[in-house]
Every structure is written in structure tokens, then in C-alpha cells.
């Protein structure tokens, strides 16, 4: 996901299981949020990594 005005690229990681509408449409305010954050040290694709897999 790129975030219009910011610089960087952020991969999310998510669970497959369930439904995921939900997800989806709260992924904008979601990766703002600093506790899912954390650097992508070791992906060339992405700047910084949302761990959503427990939300």
C-alpha cells in the first residue's frame, strides 16, 4: 500500500482465514496505527511492514 503524500511503500501481513471485508476497509487507519508497524529490514519490496495478522 503507498499512502498519497507520504513516501514508502508498506507491505501488510494478514491472516487468509475469515472474513476479510472488515480488513480491507480498515486497512488505511490500520497502518498508521504505530503498535503494526515495524521496518521491513530484509523485504526489498516494502519501507516498512503492518503485522495485522491478529487483528
Do not use: F, K
Not at 476497509?25 to 495485522?52: G, M, N, V
Amino acid at each position: 500500500m503507498q499512502r498519497p503524500g507520504q513516501p514508502g511503500i508498506i507491505g501488510a501481513d494478514i491472516r487468509l482465514s475469515g472474513t476479510p471485508t472488515a480488513l480491507i476497509a480498515s486497512l488505511p487507519t490500520l497502518i498508521d496505527e504505530q503498535q503494526y508497524r515495524r521496518p521491513a529490514l530484509d523485504d526489498p519490496h516494502c519501507d516498512l511492514l503492518a503485522d495485522l495478522t491478529n487483528w
